[in-house]
């Protein structure tokens, strides 16, 4: 009689533990969605808000920053940097074949380069190296029928630039070459879309 006893209070005590897990993860979700952008300069924003409040100015102003320059090489194996795309707008994203979320973002990344590819740069770095390969990259471009161009950072220049640590990760760059905002991790074509409008 105990045994059985001990045996439901400790399903009882499973279940609640289970559900505790699911509603904690339910409400810790609602502000950690992977698919937000990070604006680049709201967290200035928000230092130099609290700043005014407390010194009574009104405006508080957005401090851009200059997306750092880097070396690369099309698919040709020419040398490109990213300053030399400066002059219109910029969607960089960092890839690479083995990367599932990176597969599953690449259609709606085509879909607007197909879209916008004459007002907006669509640069797809390769992470080329480890692995890696070029081989590899170029098959699977070649496969799923991508013509947005690639680059590939062989040297990794890019990826230490950018500090890229977690694949996807995606940059929106303004014509002026400031970034605007990043995303770390596969987006949606909604969000992608988002991106693209702070950019225009």
Known sequence: MSKKKNIIILVLAFVLLVGGASVL????????????????????KKDNESQNESSGADDAEQQLTKAPDFAVYDSSGSKVNLSDYIGKPIVLNFWASWCGPC??????????????????????????????????????????????PVLYDTDSDAAMTYSVYSLPTTYFIDAEGYLIAQATGAISAETLQRGIDMIK
């Not at 993860?25 to 300069?41: F, S």
């Open 25 to 44: 993860y339910t409400q810790l979700g609602k502000n950690d969605t992977p698919d937000r952008l990070l604006i680049q300069g709201d967290q200035n």
């Open 103 to 148: 597969q599953s973002e690449m259609p709606d990344f085509h879909e607007k380069y197909l879209e916008f590819g004459d007002e907006i740069h669509f640069l797809m770095v390769n992470m080329t190296g480890g692995r890696e390969t070029l081989s590899s990259a170029k098959a699977f471009i070649a496969e799923k029928g991508y013509t947005f």
